[in-house]
């Protein structure tokens, strides 16, 4: 567990225009992928809560193809910078014969989306990507097949632009670390 000063500096490592400008390159990105989908079936969107709520609303808006949005809640850090090791998740979603796209905040183990992507998955959708705004490869655990991914990582604690620390830092435009 990291302990945070309380004079400890928060280190910017993505500014917000910089992170404006890859979220737009990965909507490009996925709309050409995606661009047999239609109205009446259009892209499956799911965030994954609570730390990609900002990152999906602006992926949102940069897909130019249809598309509907979902949220599950997925968690197992509380409270901790390290992930407790058990993933509670809670949803109600329907994925069968859906093209669906999970959108996360970051991949540090994999655990998370091992655990999701088994879960959906087993719904059969007619295919299942995944779009993550940082992974950090260094921390892996179980092998994840990322289809779109923003920045690769250092194995630093960040925060910012959705992301927390104890429920904090999430409305920051921008992604940092803390250094002292």
């Given at each position: ?59 949102v808006?940069?897909?130019t ?116």
């Amino acid at each position: 567990m990291i302990a945070i000063e309380a004079d400890a500096l928060l280190t910017p490592l993505f500014s917000e225009e910089t992170i404006r400008n890859r979220v737009e390159e990965l909507g490009a990105a996925i709309s050409g992928d995606f661009s047999n989908v239609s109205e009446a079936e259009p892209l499956y969107l799911i965030a994954v809560l609570k730390g990609a709520f900002i990152f999906a609303a602006d992926l949102v808006r940069a897909i130019t193809v249809p598309c509907t949005v979902d949220f599950l809640f997925a968690s197992s850090y509380g409270t901790a910078t390290i992930s407790s090791g058990t993933v509670a998740l809670h949803h109600s979603l329907s994925v069968a014969n859906r093209h669906v796209l999970l959108i996360e905040d970051i991949i540090d183990t994999g655990l998370t989306l091992r655990r999701i992507t088994e879960e959906l998955s087993a719904q059969h959708p007619a295919s299942l990507g995944i779009c993550t705004l940082l992974d950090k490869p260094a921390r892996r655990k179980h092998p994840v097949r990322v289809a779109y991914s923003g920045f690769s990582i250092p194995d630093r604690f960040v925060v910012g632009y959705g992301i927390d620390y104890g429920e904090q830092y999430r409305q920051l435009p921008f992604i940092g670390f803390f250094s002292s």
